[in-house]
């Protein structure tokens, strides 16, 4: 199974997606990792991507998911996943995959990016990440602002839950 955590820049994914992982003792993958040198520094530049440019970057994590749901493997996932054409990419199976959405206001993801060192991703950006977001109405809502380990036992739950083991999709 794969729990994919999406939200905007500063929303808390790799965070919750690292404690998730720790606590179900599954893999843990940050799709920041997949991206390309040039999409890195056209982002460390503060450019937003393009839908071109995000293109090899879905197509690598697509190939990822494919290869962890054909090996069975159980994988936290950190991606952004801000429009719904994303999400039909990187989701193929929702019968593998729960999709977690770490909702934030702006106010709470721009204080939390102002405190935020060494990453590629500037605070200019998020505005941007805002006007890019397409909320999804077929995840696991939960709040951003709760502390990590409220939202980690949340999503721990929610996956013992036996509605959510017998049903095929959120």
Request: a neutral charge; hydrophobic letters at 45%; aromatic letters at 8%.
């Amino acid at each position: 199974m794969i729990v994919l955590i999406m939200g905007v820049s500063g929303s808390g994914k790799s965070t919750i997606g690292r404690r998730l992982s720790d606590a179900l003792q599954w893999t843990f993958a940050d799709a920041d990792s997949f991206h390309s040198h040039i999409n890195l520094e056209k982002m460390r530049a503060g450019t937003p991507l393009s839908e071109h440019d995000r293109e090899p970057w879905l197509q690598a994590l697509r190939t990822a998911i494919d290869r962890w749901i054909r090996e069975k493997q159980n994988v936290v996932l950190a991606c952004s996943a801000l429009t719904m054409a994303s999400r039909r990419i990187l989701i193929p199976d929702r019968h593998s995959i729960v999709l977690v959405y770490l909702k934030g206001s702006f106010d709470l993801i721009q204080a939390r990016l102002a405190q935020r060192a060494y990453h590629f991703m500037p605070q200019k950006l998020l505005a941007s990440q805002f006007d890019t977001l397409e909320e999804p109405t077929d995840a696991l809502t939960i709040e951003a602002a709760w502390p990590p380990e409220t939202i980690t036992a949340h999503i721990a739950a929610y996956l013992d839950s036996a509605p959510f083991q017998n049903t095929p999709h959120l």
